[in-house]
């Protein structure tokens, strides 16, 4: 079992910046693929950013692809995810994720055990 809990959303001018942490407990945290999602009201979870379970690989939207960064510090159990030039278009609850899955899944909501509550991400125009 994994419990994820996001903090870090706020609100931001465009242009700005924001990182989100992911904070897990339970023993499969070092384990698990971990990733990044983000919902918009009225739009399908998309998703944003993966890291593999050593942190050696990440993997990205191309919508954030160069400005997003993900990251994980397996000691402390969590993950991040920096945000900088933001755009109204990354308005969003953002969501953290875990599973034991392959590669080839890494951007599927659906292979992903383990879910956060989400936390608000606003950027004004």
């Known amino acids: 079992q994994v419990q994820l809990v996001e903090s870090g959303g706020g609100l931001v001018q465009a242009g700005g910046s924001l990182r989100l942490s992911c904070a897990a407990s339970?023993?499969?945290?070092?384990?698990?693929?971990m990733g990044w999602f983000r919902q918009a009201p009225g739009k399908e979870r998309q998703f944003v950013a993966a890291i593999s379970r050593s942190g050696g690989s990440a993997y990205y939207a191309d919508s954030v692809k160069g400005r997003f960064t993900i990251s994980r510090d397996n000691a402390q159990n969590t993950i991040y995810l920096q945000m900088n030039s933001l755009k109204a278009e990354d308005t969003a609850v953002y969501y953290c994720?875990?599973?034991?899955?392959?590669?080839?899944?890494?951007?599927?909501?659906?292979?992903?055990?383990?879910w956060g509550r989400g936390t608000q991400v606003t950027v004004s125009s």
């Open positions: 994720a875990a599973g034991l899955l392959p590669l080839s899944s890494y951007t599927d909501s659906r292979e992903y055990d383990y």
């Open positions: 339970g023993r499969t945290f070092s384990r698990a693929a």
